[in-house]
């Protein structure tokens, strides 16, 4: 189930985590942000909200991707 704030419990202690494993920049797309009616400030964890688009051309300068 959800909280008020649009989270899911259980994830948070694995996105806390993830500084652990050197991962130090999350991002957010603008858009599933604004369909679920959630903002920046609704996130567990720092995240970098950008365009669709703007993931897009991001994903494909990765080496690697994690999709959660």
Known sequence: S???NGQIPAL????RALDDYD???LYVEKEALEA???TEED???PVEVR???EIGKLMET???VLSF
């Open 23 to 25: 991962i130090n920049k």
């Open 12 to 15: 948070q202690p694995t996105y």
């Open 62 to 64: 990765q080496d690697i």
């Open 2 to 4: 959800f909280h008020a």
């Open 51 to 53: 365009s669709r688009a």
């Open 43 to 45: 996130m567990c964890v």
């Open 36 to 38: 679920r009616g959630l």
